[in-house]
């Protein structure tokens, strides 16, 4: 079972995405923030749909190397860059 699910609401015409843990059903609030973003920005459905998928893919990534998003931010530069690669 996948640890991280995208989940969807209607707030005001809008549809809003956030990225919920299932394992705690917490919603991880960076990538979440994120989203928000992307609608509020007037963003298609499907391209933030899309964007909140891949988020979901790479925090199992991360959660499969057991590193966190505050981990990788303090990464240096060149460091960072070999992890996205």
Do not use: W
Not at 30 to 55: C, G, I
Not at 56 to 61: F, G, P, S, V
């Amino acid at each position: 079972m996948k640890q991280y699910v995208v989940k969807d609401f209607f707030d005001r015409g809008k549809k809003y995405f956030y990225i919920q843990d299932s394992e705690i059903y917490d919603i991880v609030p960076l990538p979440s923030k994120y989203l928000k973003y992307l609608v509020e920005t007037n963003r298609s459905p499907k391209t933030v749909l899309r964007r909140a998928r891949s988020l979901t893919y790479y925090l199992e990534y991360m959660a499969e190397k057991e590193l966190e998003l505050s981990d990788v931010c303090q990464l240096e530069y060149e460091e960072q860059n070999k992890h996205f690669v």
